[in-house]
């Protein structure tokens, strides 16, 4: 692994919310009721975890992102500064609450209701606001937390200025052929892939993107090919695993190696490094490692 000495720019676009994580000796079944050993609330939001996530990591980070103008919101953005992500262009609307999600787990499964919330707020015309700090960065990310048109618009605004853009296609939805086409890396659940490219099978659509898409499941391993064979990665804990969040934290990690220009191979592994790591710890960014933990 090399890690250059200059700090990587990264721009983030996405969502942010808080977690309520309700801890259950076991996932309720249709119409039943079960009682929660335990309650915690944690930051969450995908295009938040992201931002943390690349932020420890060394990079220098600014997020994209809305949240309501109510005390949660205010917890968001005072997480955001503490973790060094520059929160500028992180808007403010009246027109709904902050993001927040309701997850409940069970001996690490769980089952994850998203509020969007302000969210859905965040407009092209917000990404335009940033629009210099485009033509200075190494790498934008987005996930699909915010609306596709917000997504497109990024991605179209990132090529324009010839930056790579890495895409987390979660919660899966049918991405445009163009935006697949654009975007440097995707990064997508084994059991999603038909709701993604409407195709189900795994090895034709690692086959036609190869090198560029990067499929996930829980066991934290991560398969991809590289134009000449199927490379499987696996870096599972032994000790009980915290999953969520990791599809973020190998987001993260990947988007560092390469803005570091590490080969594929290389950023896989860091990136599931890194996401073994943060399992680790309840909630997203909780266990999130920071540069100095790889070398310590």
Do not use: W
Not at 180 to 185: R, S
């Amino acid at each position: 692994m090399n890690f250059l000495s200059e700090q990587p720019r990264i721009i983030v676009v996405g969502s942010s919310s808080i977690d309520l994580v309700l801890e259950t000796e076991k996932l309720p079944s249709p119409n039943e009721t079960v009682l929660a050993v335990k309650s915690d609330s944690y930051f969450g939001g995908k295009g938040a975890n992201q931002s943390v996530g690349t932020a420890r990591l060394g990079a220098s980070v600014y997020f994209i992102g809305c949240v309501g103008m109510d005390p949660l919101g205010q917890q968001i953005m005072r997480n955001l500064v503490s973790e060094n992500v520059n929160v500028g262009f992180v808007h403010e609307t009246d027109k709904d609450a902050t993001g927040t999600a309701y997850v409940t787990t069970s001996h690490g499964n769980a089952a994850i209701v998203v509020v969007p919330a302000a969210n859905k707020y965040l407009s092209k015309s917000h990404i335009d606001e940033a629009d210099k700090y485009f033509n200075t960065a190494d790498l934008v990310l987005v996930q699909l937390e915010v609306s596709m048109e917000v997504v497109e618009h990024t991605v179209v605004k990132a090529k324009k200025y010839g930056k790579k853009v890495g895409l987390y296609a979660s919660p899966a939805m049918r991405v445009s052929e163009e935006i697949l086409e654009k975007v440097d890396f995707i990064v997508a659940k084994s059991n999603e892939l038909y709701t993604i490219f409407g195709e189900e099978k795994r090895e034709e659509v690692l086959k036609k993107y190869f090198n560029k898409v990067f499929v996930r499941d829980d066991t934290n391993s991560t398969i991809y090919f590289d134009g000449t064979e199927m490379k499987y990665y696996r870096n599972d804990k032994d000790e009980k695993v915290y999953k969520m969040g990791m599809g973020d934290a190998f987001t993260s990690g990947f988007a560092i190696a390469l803005c570091h220009g590490n080969s594929i191979e290389e950023c896989v592994k860091f990136g599931n490094e890194v996401s073994s790591r943060v399992s680790g710890g309840k909630g997203s960014q909780t266990g999130l490692p920071r540069m100095s933990d790889f070398f310590s």
